[in-house]
C-alpha cells in the first residue's frame, strides 16, 4: 500500500518561480527520502532527510520534516526547465538491515520557461 | 564508481510467457538489492529485497519470484505472465548494514504483457 501521499498530484510553474510539493506519511519512519523521476527513467535520488532532523538543504533543494504532523515539504528555489518531472517521497520504516522503502504517488512538476 | 544496470530496457510479452529480468551491480560488494513495479501514472511499490545470495524477502504476494545467485546480481522472474505484471520495474541497491542508507536506482525495464 502506498504510505506516502504528495500534494499537489500536478504542479505547473514559470522558471524561476518556487515549487513546493507535500508529502504525509501514516506510520513511524527512519528516514524519509525525495526522488525525481524523469519520464520514463529511473529515481534519481535528490535527498534524505532522517526523523531526528527538521530541515535540510541541497543546493536549491530545501526539505523539512515534522513527524509530530507526520509530513514533510520539498522547496525547489529558483525553478528551471529541467526541474520537469515526477517527485516522489519514500518513508523508511525497515527494522533490519536493509531499507524498506514505502514511495507515494508523486507530483509532476511541469516548468514552464 | 558504482553503478546500476538493467536489462532489458524494455520487453513486450505475451501472457502466459516466461519472464526473467535482471539486474547487477558494479563497484561494490555485499549490496542491498530490490526490485520495485511502478504501474502507470503511480509511487514505486516494493516487490523484493535481498540481503545477500539465496537470501529473497518477498513484500507482496503476487505472481513473480526473485533470486540473487551472485553477490551482484538479482534476477526477477516469472513462470506464467499475467496482463497486470505489466508496468514499469526498478532495480536498486544500498549498502549493507547501513539501515536507512540512499537508495540507488537502474534505469528501469518497461514490461507489457499482451
Known amino acids: 500500500s502506498q504510505q506516502g501521499e504528495e500534494d499537489p498530484q500536478a504542479l505547473s510553474i514559470q522558471e524561476g518561480e518556487n515549487a513546493t510539493m507535500n508529502c504525509s506519511y501514516k506510520?513511524?519512519?527512519?528516514?524519509l527520502q525525495w526522488y525525481r523521476q524523469n519520464s520514463g527513467r529511473g529515481l534519481v535520488h535528490l535527498i534524505l532527510?532522517?526523523?531526528?532532523?527538521r530541515e535540510k538543504h541541497s543546493g536549491r533543494l530545501r526539505v523539512t520534516l515534522d513527524t509530530s504532523k507526520k509530513s514533510s515539504s520539498l522547496l525547489i528555489t529558483a525553478s528551471r526547465a529541467a526541474d520537469t518531472a515526477s517527485y516522489f517521497c519514500?518513508?523508511?520504516?525497515?527494522?533490519?538491515?536493509?531499507?524498506?522503502?514505502?514511495f507515494g504517488t508523486g507530483t509532476r512538476l511541469q516548468v514552464t520557461l | 564508481s558504482q553503478t546500476i544496470h538493467q536489462w532489458p530496457a524494455t520487453l513486450v510479452q505475451p501472457v502466459g510467457s516466461p519472464l526473467s529480468l535482471e539486474c547487477t551491480v558494479e563497484?561494490?560488494?555485499?549490496?542491498?538489492l530490490y526490485w520495485y513495479r511502478q504501474a502507470a501514472g503511480r509511487g514505486l511499490q516494493l516487490l523484493f529485497y535481498?540481503?545477500?545470495?539465496?537470501?529473497i524477502s518477498s513484500e507482496v504476494p503476487q505472481n513473480l519470484s526473485a533470486s540473487r545467485p551472485q553477490d551482484r546480481q538479482f534476477i526477477l522472474s516469472s513462470k506464467k505472465l499475467l496482463l497486470s505484471d505489466s508496468g514499469f520495474y526498478l532495480c536498486?541497491?544500498?549498502?549493507?548494514?547501513?539501515?536507512?542508507?540512499?537508495?540507488?536506482f537502474g534505469p528501469g525495464t518497461r514490461l507489457t504483457v499482451l
Open positions: 536498486a541497491w544500498n549498502r549493507l548494514a547501513l539501515r536507512g542508507d540512499t537508495q540507488y
Open positions: 506510520t513511524s519512519i527512519n528516514n
Open positions: 532527510i532522517r526523523s531526528n532532523e
Open positions: 519514500a518513508t523508511d520504516g525497515g527494522t533490519g538491515t536493509a531499507s524498506k522503502l514505502t
Open positions: 563497484g561494490t560488494s555485499n549490496p542491498n
Open positions: 535481498s540481503v545477500g545470495i539465496g537470501q
